[in-house]
């Protein structure tokens, strides 16, 4: 028993983001992964039909985003591994690199894709982020979104609802510290709401399940997660498509 | 709004006076703030260190009891995690067997195949024991802890440990605890092996779970030297049960008495285990901390503009990680004690609080004027940034507050946490930070300071010397200049790459910082963790050398039996009556095992007992009493987590050994032996020789200090590799300077500057308006027309060609001379003895410095010149009325004896000159009327007009004046040798080449001239009698070369507007004028080959040299670069508000200065500007270059040395003390680059000695 509620919670966890494009047998999954490769496809013409410098730049900057999100999503897995069975580490790498292998790289994907559509969302509303634009504030934002997840994985509440309100006043503490743009809210919103009717529809397909469901078919606390992951993403995002300009001038 | 507004006064206001305090008393307030912060932290020594290592209690076995579960107040040695019942007790048998007598038919398997074998017999024996008493009958079966799988990781050892049952573990279980299998093996040591895991481990292998005892004291092997074998029976018990313990005790010593055993068994030892880290949790903890350190990274880059940014960004870490010190530290004191795992919960607390608030401050601070005091810069710098500070806290408060209110322990312990440590934060930056902020301010201060040191270090002391007026250095003022650099990629330029990563590596110290910080860290590990049991080691020898461990030993016999009467729970004398028979009690069990078995030992005990110690001896030490203690300390929780038991947060209790001895006899052994046992070779006769344990540890230390002496050689090694004293430099002169005065690059390379000390030449009445110069003769006239002629070399004044009565200041000159004259050549023919008396106290100076070509037909008479005018007044005074009737004749014509005239055919130059002393003597006499010279050549000087420009070549002086006459002028005799006046218009631009000048006019045109040289004939008449001194000079300048200047050719509309700029190189003139277009011409044919037009101004700047560099800068502020063959305008670019003032090109770079008061350095290939440097208000136009990284400026008062590669000030030479506005306006590079720029009235001459040897 102990072992199902502990691989029902390393799912659920690293299918933080839009774990979506990975079920084959899935309907909605393979339609997402179509929309998308339409707008990645999409973003990646019009801007490369803008510059080459700035394809490269785009290139660069998913690049980057993809192997933060790969590497957040491995290490926050671990967080969520229960406690007991850490005495042999052996078998905890074999099951973190052997059973979920594709989870990282979808995490991976929704953060690039995250964090390239919220630099591209402000500059097409014509607000640029201006709010504490810099790395060391970036830093601070990741941090934390790792104690955000940390919590949830670690702290004893004494009942959902509890746990669930107090994740969420901290993702709407995190966003209100870092971020505070309408945009920013906006997408963040949304990538949660995708992001949880994506689990939900997995889970209801039976690809994996909750032990403790109490929010339909997953855990309550799940769109928080997915909020705070999708503003600390797009934080990076902005300040990578920030720091490349800054970087021209400077040279 | 109101309320607002005057709460923000007051807190601005409240922070100013914090700054102010903070700034005055820094000292006392870091001392207040340190001891503050070591108070706080005092309560944190309670806490137990952070680590996974077990923690140990000690209890009696005698009055043992289960421990509750309700904390008891009153024991306050009780540790808290001793509460309820241990996980396990553990007790441990701790057989100790040895073959004896040892006997050479033996072979080595005998040393531990049959004392291994009996481990059998001693597991039945304690799966058998029963303990009846009244309560009940107690086995093993009822007591042990009982196990069941073992984790499906662990198949392979599932035919070694128990599963489903108890949990007893010995040397046995590699056989299934089968004596027939065990007899059956023919490879103990191969089956013993074979569970070893491969490679490299840390945790407690099987082998170490199975003996019980470390590898090494098993006694397990071929080669052992002690041949007593040592293992042990490890049962852990589910529950204590003290009477059955004791009377198995007591059972298995009666079996197996250990006659000089005195091991302690009246204390049981609680080991409480810390949650083990594993790697699941090391990974997120070591992401966490990797964020924290980038944040730290990336905040603390933004400190700027400050001396010391490390030890700013180590200020603000010590701020931040003290504060949270201090938090946990108050928090305990209030009797809060931390639950959450602080390593985990450490780098969020440092993020909430942040580094924000010390960013802001040091930004702040910064911004502030630079001008100021420290004091008030700290001070306006604080309350600029109160406000924000402020709120942010209030903020931060807030966000925690509520972060309290959400009920969940564990949250409101992390806000608390964090309320305490945001306080005591902004505590420590008030104080802490604000003052170690303040000292670095002004140490930056200082360090402007010492920027100027230089150049006062640079000037000696001054001395005494008669010529040359030193000044002494003027009290240090703010730095004149501030240099702004573009880029610093730019200024990195020209250093290859190769040296700027040694220059990266040097000036960082990278490696040694890095071996450093490598070292203590493994030093660190090494003391924590002591992987290679060096304490324990050390220890075990210090306890075996002791003599008081031997004696403790071998003489307690007595103890045990007091030991051994009350071996069980005292208090029931009931059950103390029970237990006691226990060993007597024959035990039915023990019956139904074989015979043979038992008989041995018991027969043989006695016997062994009385037999002369043989070579296994059996001792019990103190270090047997717990020799759990030399196991890894992961032992017992790698032994329970096989079984899925965790040891995290909670407790095993350990019992006292039981001593078991086992004397076996040679026949024994060689009965149990395996056919194939004899077939291992002998072991090899002793390897090493015994060495004495205190050799070992001798050696190690000798092996240890080696090692430490290499280490240091090799960092020495590496050190000087890297850093070599010398950067660059192969003088060696270099080393001693000391390093804090000169200045130093960012590379720590300093250029090799020595001494430089101006000469000033004065003698002008007013300011010196024209300056030319050749190299060796340097010309300069004044407003009030006086044209010197100064030695280049030596400062001296050659020739003064005056307006008016300038015959007699040229007179005093050879006055001066005249007196000189006799003690030089120690010529006692002079009458006036007395004179000389007078005189002595002027030395002479001598020249060493080659003469012009001119002179080589005429004696050196230059040392006779002494022009030291200021301190000859008073003899002066006194000599002039009786010397009416010197004659210098004599002395003169010693000179031209000496000098030993050559044929006067071969005098072929131009300008020979008469005899110069003549003429003085003559002079004399005529002191009461004014004669003027009277020059038979061309013209006669025009003293009305001023001279406007003024050229120098060979020794002669051509000068354009205002009236539009050019005059040519004999720069050592100081005769006006020809004059033209051709043109009417004033002369504003003078080019002399070779033969020909050109004149540069005001109404724009432009004329070409030629000097002839005719020579008279009568030069060699006038050669014949040197002596005839008496003769006046006025018809010798006649028959001297005739020297005539004809017009060749006038361009009258050159220009259509003035002429500013006149430039002639490499056969070329170059002329620049307001109408905004330069013109080139060839200088032999007056030809004018381009019209250059590009400046949309007048053009005030023109450089052109020998290698047909020709550029241009124009009023407009823009700067041209052209290809004087094509005409073609190569670059173009803008670098000035205002005026171009001067132009100079190198080899790679133009330089250029503009009324901006800016001094541009431009790349000339590609027209890029390198940088700028930002000079005082009114001294940014002369500017020259020495070599080809030296350039120098003159500023208020001074010239500065600049590097050219770097944009670095290298020195800063004051002219003089009188630098009140007075600036340089002309600097003129000699080729033995000396610098002469005109100061006012003086002339100042400056040497850079380096570059006169390179030069050389």
Not at chain 1, 65 to 94: C, D, I, K, S
Not at chain 2, 66 to 76: A, I, R, T
Not at chain 2, 134 to 140: F, K, Q
Request: proline content about 8%; some cysteine; aromatic content about 8%.
């Amino acid at each position: 028993m102990p072992r199902l509620e502990e691989h029902c919670w390393r799912r659920s966890c690293t299918s933080r983001v839009e774990s979506k494009n990975y079920y084959r047998e899935n309907w909605v999954a393979s339609k997402a992964e179509e929309m998308m490769s339409i707008i990645t496809s999409v973003l990646s013409n019009v801007y490369g039909s803008l510059h080459s410098v700035q394809t490269a730049n785009l290139i660069r900057r998913g690049l980057v985003l993809f192997t933060v999100g790969v590497f957040l999503a491995l290490v926050l897995n671990l967080l969520q591994v229960q406690r007991n069975v850490t005495l042999f580490p052996e078998e905890v790498m074999a099951t973190l690199f052997s059973s979920a292998w594709w989870i990282p790289p979808c995490c991976g994907t929704a953060a690039a894709v995250v964090g390239l559509l919220y630099p591209c969302i402000d500059s097409h509303l014509g607000e640029p982020h201006k709010f504490k634009r810099e790395w060391a504030s970036v830093m601070r934002c990741i941090a934390v979104f790792v104690g955000i997840n940390h919590a949830s994985a670690k702290l004893d509440f004494a009942n959902n609802v509890q746990l669930s309100l107090t994740l969420a006043a901290l993702s709407l503490g995190l966003w209100w510290t870092f971020d505070r743009s309408r945009s920013g809210f906006g997408l963040g919103i949304g990538t949660a709401f995708l992001a949880t009717v994506i689990t939900q529809l997995l889970v209801y397909n039976g690809v994996y399940q909750y032990t403790y469901p109490d929010f339909l078919y997953v855990r309550s606390w799940l769109p928080c997660i997915f909020f705070s992951g999708g503003v600390t993403a797009g934080n990076i995002g902005r300040q990578l498509a920030m720091g490349g300009v800054e970087k021209l001038h400077n040279d | 709004m109101t309320v607002r507004e005057r709460l923000r006064e007051k807190i601005s206001a409240a922070f100013y006076r914090h700054g102010l305090l903070c700034a005055s008393y820094p000292v006392p307030i870091i001392l207040f703030t340190s001891a503050s912060i070591l108070a706080c932290c005092y309560p944190l020594l309670r806490l137990p260190l952070p680590g996974t290592g077990p923690v140990e209690f000690t209890t009696r076995v005698r009055d043992y009891t289960v421990p509750s579960h309700e904390p008891q107040g009153d024991l306050g040695e009780r540790p808290d995690w001793y509460r309820g019942p241990p996980v396990a007790y553990i007790q441990q048998v701790l057989v100790k067997a040895a073959v004896s007598p040892w006997d050479s038919t033996l072979v080595p398997v005998d040393v531990f195949r049959s004392p291994l074998g009996r481990v059998f017999s001693l597991l039945e024996e304690i799966r058998n024991h029963v303990h009846n008493d009244g309560s009940g009958v107690r086995s093993l079966e009822a007591l042990c802890l009982q196990v069941t799988d073992l984790l499906p990781g662990l198949r392979r050892m599932q035919t070694v440990l128990p599963e489903h049952g108890c949990l007893l573990v010995s040397p046995g279980n590699y056989w299934q605890n089968q004596r027939e299998l065990f007899d059956s093996d023919p490879d103990l040591l191969k089956t013993v092996h074979q569970h070893e895991p491969k490679g490299l481990h840390t945790s407690a292998t099987l082998r170490d779970l199975l003996f019980g005892v470390p590898v090494k004291h098993t006694g397990v092997s071929l080669y052992s030297r002690k041949r007593v074998v040592t293992y042990t029976i490890t049962m852990v018990l589910g529950s204590y049960d003290a009477r059955f313990l004791s009377s198995l005790r007591a059972r298995l010593r009666q079996l197996h008495p250990s006659v000089n055993c005195s091991l302690r068994e009246d204390h049981m030892v609680h080991v409480h285990f810390k949650e083990e880290i594993g790697m699941a949790e090391l990974i997120p903890l070591v992401t966490t901390y990797i964020i924290l350190f980038a944040y730290i990274y990336f905040s603390t880059r933004k400190i700027d503009m400050v001396k010391s940014k490390w030890g700013l960004a180590l200020a603000a870490v010590v701020t931040v990680l003290s504060s949270l010190l201090m938090s946990v530290g108050l928090c305990t004191l209030f009797g809060l004690t931390p639950t959450l795992n602080g390593g985990e919960i450490f780098p969020y607390l440092v993020v909430v609080i942040g580094l924000e608030n010390v960013l802001v401050l040091t930004k702040s601070v910064v911004s502030t004027p630079v001008d100021l005091e420290v004091k008030l810069r700290i001070a306006q710098g604080l309350s600029n940034e109160s406000w924000s500070i402020m709120k942010n806290m209030a903020t931060e408060l807030c966000i925690i507050l509520i972060g309290y209110f959400t009920l969940v322990p564990a949250i409101q312990e992390f806000c608390l946490f964090a309320v305490v440590g945001l306080v005591s934060d902004f505590f420590l930056q008030m104080f802490f930070f604000t003052t170690v902020l303040s000292i670095d301010i002004r140490r930056m201060e200082l360090a402007d300071l010492n920027r100027r040191l230089p150049a006062e270090a640079g000037m000696p002391p001054p001395k005494p010397g008669p010529l040359r007026p030193r000044e002494a250095p003027p009290p240090p003022r703010p730095s004149p200049y501030t240099i702004t650099l573009q880029t610093p990629a730019f200024r990195n330029l020209r250093l290859p790459k190769r040296l700027r990563v040694v220059y990266f590596l040097a000036r960082t110290r990278l490696a040694q910082r890095f071996i450093m910080v490598g070292t203590v860290i493994w030093i660190g590990i090494l003391a924590y963790t002591d992987p290679a049991g060096l304490r324990t080691y050390l220890a075990a020898q210090v306890s075996e050398q002791s003599p008081l461990g031997e004696g403790g030993a071998g003489g307690l016999p007595p103890h045990l039996g007091v030991a051994s009467v009350f071996p069980g729970p005292g208090g029931d004398p009931a059950s103390t009556l029970s237990v006691l028979p226990a060993p007597a009690e024959p035990t039915p069990l023990p019956e139904n095992q074989s015979q043979g078995h038992h008989g041995a030992p018991r027969e043989g005990v006695p016997h062994q007992a009385q037999a002369p110690p043989l070579v296994p001896q059996i001792s019990w030490g103190a270090e047997d009493e717990e020799g759990w203690r030399r196991l890894s300390f992961r032992h017992w929780p790698s032994l329970f987590s096989y079984y899925n038991i965790t040891l995290a947060k909670r407790y095993i209790s350990i019992l006292p050994v039981i001593p078991v001895t086992l004397h076996l006899s040679p026949r024994e052994a060689i009965e149990t032996r395996h056919p194939q046992d004899t077939r291992h070779p002998p072991p090899p006769k002793h390897l090493a020789a015994r060495e004495h344990p205190y050799l070992l540890i001798y050696k190690l230390s000798a092996l240890g200090l080696a090692a430490g002496v290499l280490l240091v050689l090799l960092l020495f090694c590496l050190y000087r590799v890297l850093c070599p004293r010398n950067y660059g430099q192969n003088g060696v002169a270099h080393g001693r300077r000391r390093r804090g005065d000169l200045p130093c690059d960012d590379y720590g390379y300093s250029p090799p500057i020595s001494e430089i000390s101006p000469l000033l030449l004065r003698g002008h009445s007013m300011d010196i308006e024209c300056l030319a110069s050749d190299g060796m003769l340097l010309a300069s006239c004044c407003l009030a027309g006086q044209i010197r002629v100064w030695d280049a070399q030596t400062g001296d004044c050659l020739t003064v060609i005056p307006k008016h009565g300038g015959c007699w200041e040229q007179r005093d000159g050879w006055d001066a001379v005249g007196v000189a004259e006799p003690e030089n050549l120690g010529g006692g023919t002079e009458p006036g003895g007395r004179v000389f008396d007078e005189d002595e106290g002027y030395p002479l100076r001598r020249r060493t410095t080659p003469r012009p070509a001119l002179f080589e037909d005429q004696p050196d008479l230059t040392p006779l010149i002494d022009t030291n005018f200021d301190s000859q007044p008073p003899s002066h005074l006194l000599l002039t009325p009786p010397r009416d009737g010197f004659d210098f004749g004599g002395l003169v014509e010693r000179a031209y004896l000496e000098h030993e005239p050559p044929s006067p055919g071969l005098t072929a130059s131009y300008p020979s000159p008469s005899p110069p002393s003549g003429p003085p003597p003559q002079r004399r006499r005529s002191l009461g009327y004014i004669q003027p010279p009277v020059p038979q050549g061309q013209g006669t000087p025009d003293w009305e007009s001023a001279v406007w420009a003024m050229e120098l070549r060979g020794n002669l002086i051509a000068a354009g004046r205002s009236s539009g006459k050019l005059e040519l002028w004999d720069a050592v005799e100081g005769s006006l040798r020809c004059s033209n006046e051709d043109g009417v218009s004033g002369i504003t631009a003078l080019a002399f080449l070779n033969n020909r000048i050109v004149a540069a006019r005001l109404d724009g045109s432009l004329d070409f001239f030629t000097v002839d040289i005719n020579k008279p004939l009568g030069l060699l008449q006038y050669r014949g009698p040197p002596g005839r001194s008496n003769i006046p000079p006025s018809p010798c300048y006649s028959s001297e070369d005739v020297i005539s200047c004809q017009l060749t050719r006038s361009v009258q509309c050159a220009h259509q507007k003035p002429i500013t700029v006149l430039r002639a190189a490499a056969g070329r003139v170059v002329t620049g004028s307001q109408d905004h277009t330069v013109r080139v011409y060839r200088l032999e044919d007056s030809c004018c080959l381009f019209t250059l037009q590009g400046h949309s101004g007048g053009i005030t700047a023109i450089y052109i040299d020998q290698t047909m560099v020709l550029a241009s800068g124009g009023q407009d502020g823009a700067i041209c670069l052209w290809d004087v063959l094509t005409g073609s305008r190569v670059s173009h670019v803008y670098g000035h508000r205002g005026d171009v003032t001067s132009l100079v090109c190198t080899t790679s770079c133009v330089i250029s200065s503009g009324l901006d008061d800016l001094i541009c350095i431009w790349d000339r290939s590609t027209g890029i500007k390198l940088y700028s440097i930002q000079q005082e208000v009114g001294c940014g136009a002369s500017l020259g270059v020495i070599s080809e990284s030296l350039l120098v400026t003159g500023g208020q008062g001074c010239v500065s040395f600049w590097d050219l590669n770097f944009g670095d000030l290298l020195q800063t030479v004051y002219l003089g003390q009188s630098s009140d506005g007075q600036g340089v306006r002309q600097l003129v590079v000699l080729n033995n680059a000396a610098i002469v720029c005109d100061f006012g009235s003086e002339l100042s001459l400056v040497y850079v000695p380096s570059v006169l040897e390179k030069l050389d």
